[in-house]
């Protein structure tokens, strides 16, 4: 079987399903290492999801948060255990294809696939830049939100888009003592998203991010913003670069016969959070027993994969965006509950972990809540403008 791109899903899924004893193929059109527009945060439940430990690139561990409303206060939160670990995609991907590549996996890097074809309900043919073809029996997308795989099969497109941009400030002799351990938040500077302050091992990663309706032609000045207001210099942002952020629509296929998407390919970025790690992994995690049963035999197709995914991520990916809708109406209150009041900033904490869910924290407020949350979030587009946004070829 294939694999076509070696982020985080399909390195993961590569080294799943070879695992099982398949042979698998993993490919991707860039020279490794490579490096990758990403905030590089990955949480405990996401480390929870892999058989080995990330110690090897983890670069600090986050007990807390500098949490600030545009340019005012900074209120500083703690958690007596680990919110998420920071790393770079550089190291992180390329470690992630090492342990593919332990399991038994061939990896080929450089390698731009051009074209896909369906031949059959079970065989595939990959061609790449240079004319090569493979074939193979099951084909996985894990290749992006612009992927070929989702174009040339015909998978839909996410319903919209956030971006975000991102740059690196040095510190070579040590990153401030306060960004130790700790992240930086920053909200309504832009419309439907956040700044973010990331800590590395000698530098900060310092990003902001939003609806594309709203901010794609003014990223580049609320960048610059952001940094004003933290007292960072602009100008000395190193590797400055933008990326879309696609969300899933629910009810969108993501298996077709022996062929599937999964991670950024299928749109499982948390919607509230931008984070996308966790759905990457997840997804590839989830897709290997349906790629066992099907080369086995004993399935005609991978839409266990799909059913999988319908009960686990995108449950919560639903509870995520109509909580971002309605958080975005009106942030203001939200911020300062999460500063001030120990009943929202524990379960955040709780939530990016993994100890919970969007569901069970949606539950925790009651019956009425949940069975309102979707009502109040499509009120909540009213409010923004959002419904309207949402019908333009601009969000794609």
Not at 241 to 270: K, M, N, Q, Y
Not at 368 to 382: H, N, R, V
Request: proline content about 5%.
């Amino acid at each position: 079987m294939i694999v076509i791109g070696a982020g985080p899903a399909g390195s993961t899924a590569a080294r799943e399903i070879s695992s099982l004893g398949w042979d698998v193929l993993l490919l991707d059109k860039s020279r490794f290492p490579r490096d990758k527009p990403c905030g590089g945060g990955v949480t405990v439940r996401t480390d929870e999801l892999l058989p080995f430990s990330l110690d090897p690139v983890i670069e600090d561990i986050v007990y807390g948060a500098h949490l600030r409303l545009r340019d005012s206060r900074i209120i500083t939160r703690h958690t007596s255990k680990p919110i998420t670990y920071m790393t770079q995609r550089t190291r992180l991907d390329s470690f992630l294809v090492e342990q593919a590549q332990k399991s038994g996996v061939e990896f080929r890097d450089g390698v731009a696939v051009t074209r896909v074809r369906r031949l059959s309900q079970n065989k595939f043919e990959v061609t790449d830049r240079h004319g090569d073809k493979y074939t193979s029996s099951v084909l996985i997308g894990a290749d992006g939100a612009n992927g070929i795989v989702s174009k040339n099969l015909g998978y839909e497109n996410p319903i919209e888009r956030a971006i975000a941009i991102e740059g690196n400030i040095p510190f070579p002799d040590g990153i401030p003592e306060e960004y130790k351990g700790m992240v930086g938040l920053n909200f309504g500077l832009v419309k439907g998203g956040y700044g973010w302050i990331f800590p590395k091992e000698n530098h900060l990663n310092i990003g902001i991010g939003g609806w594309k309706i709203n901010v794609g032609n003014s990223l580049r000045s609320n960048l610059e913003e952001l940094c004003e207001v933290y007292g960072f210099d602009f100008s000395k942002l190193e590797q400055i670069r933008g990326h879309h952020l696609p969300l899933i629509r629910p009810g969108t296929l993501v298996s077709a016969g022996g062929s599937a998407v999964i991670g950024d390919a299928a749109g499982f970025v948390d919607p509230l959070s931008g984070e996308g790690i966790y759905g990457a992994i997840a997804s590839a995690v989830s897709i290997a027993p349906s790629v066992n049963s099907f080369l086995q035999g004993q399935s005609s197709d991978l839409d266990n994969y799909h059913l999988s995914i319908a009960d686990s991520i995108i449950p919560d990916i639903e509870k995520s965006r109509a909580l971002m809708e309605i958080f975005h109406v009106l942030p203001d209150p939200f911020v300062w509950l999460l500063q001030h009041s120990n009943r929202f900033w524990d379960p955040a904490g709780s939530l990016i972990r993994g100890e919970t869910t969007y569901s069970e924290i949606v539950n925790r407020f009651g019956k009425i809540l949940g069975s309102s949350l979707i009502p109040i979030s499509k009120f909540a587009q009213l409010v923004t403008g959002r419904k309207n946004q949402l019908r333009s070829p601009d969000c794609q």
